[in-house]
């Protein structure tokens, strides 16, 4: 049986890139999943996949900068599934801007998304995976970008840092009632967040990171599936980068 048999997992941005991933690996290990995002098209895409593989998901709409919107996506995942064990707070931004460049909205944008969405899923998701108890976690997916300084890209870089933060808090807030709650921090990983980057581009991203090759959203998958399954039951308020080396070096 699969590493997330009973699991129901409700992942927020489960219909594109390092989501869609962790969709497919959660419900082939066994979970249940609600894919949650504002892209209903794909979405629906990545479901029929799931079950096209003989594993169960659906889809909500979900814009994880409202709270109503949230506290939605938990009530049907339990009223679908009967319960809530897993959150994947996976959804995110990105745009580029320094301190000169970014303009408040700019700010604002990425904040509501990166930082309040993830606060809102916790605060929507936490009563009922408490209600779950043991066996329940959460994993959040900041970005190396919060662990490092580095220039251009002041909000998102922020917004990730807080990401790391609101993971040890809630880590402890939730320890003694069986949540465990544990961030990632993806380095380069092949997906639509970038957009279209040059060829020039591709190889200074390739050259900064040490095995020389940006990673597969697979490969954040396998390590949300590790934290998020009763393997890692010893595990909370842990740091996983998922990068290539590009931390270490
Ligand atoms: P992506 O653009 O492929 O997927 C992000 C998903 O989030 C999209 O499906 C999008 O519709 C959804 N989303 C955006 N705003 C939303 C909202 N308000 N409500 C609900 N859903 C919303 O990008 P990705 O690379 O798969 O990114 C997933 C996460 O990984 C993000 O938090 C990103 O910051 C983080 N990350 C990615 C990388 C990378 O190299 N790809 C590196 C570090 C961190």
Do not use: C
Not at 48 to 74: C, H, K, M, N, P
Not at 135 to 150: D, F, H, P, Q, R
Not at 170 to 186: D, H, M, S, W, Y
Request: net charge negative; aromatic share 6%; glycine share 14%.
């Amino acid at each position: 049986s699969g590493r997330l048999e009973g699991k129901v997992a409700l992942i927020s941005g489960g219909a594109s890139g390092l989501g869609e991933a962790q969709a497919l690996l959660y419900a082939r290990e066994g979970a249940r999943v609600m894919i949650g995002d504002l892209q209903e098209v794909l979405g629906a895409s990545v479901v029929a996949r799931i079950r096209g593989e003989g594993g169960e998901a659906a889809f909500t709409r979900l814009d994880v900068t409202e709270l109503a919107s949230w506290q939605a996506a938990v009530a049907l995942s339990v009223a679908t599934y009967g319960k809530l064990t897993t959150l994947v707070n996976n959804a995110g931004i990105f745009h580029p801007g320094g301190i000169i460049d970014e303009s408040p909205e700019g700010w604002a944008k990425m904040v509501a998304v990166n930082q309040t969405g993830v606060f809102y899923g916790m605060k929507a998701g936490a009563p009922e995976l408490v209600k779950a108890g043991t066996g329940s976690a959460i994993v959040n997916i900041s970005s190396l970008y919060g662990l490092i300084g580095s220039p251009g890209a002041i909000s998102y870089h922020a917004s990730k840092a807080a990401v790391r933060v609101m993971g040890k808090g809630a880590a402890l807030e939730f320890v003694k009632q069986g949540v465990r709650v544990n961030t990632i921090f993806p380095g380069q990983i092949r997906t639509p967040i970038l957009g279209d980057i040059t060829p020039e581009q591709d190889a200074a991203i390739k050259a900064s990171i040490p095995m020389g090759i940006v990673g597969d959203p697979m490969d954040v998958a396998h390590a949300s599936l590790f934290l998020a399954s009763d393997e890692a039951r010893y595990i909370t308020g842990a740091e996983l980068w998922v990068d290539g080396g590009w931390y270490a070096g």
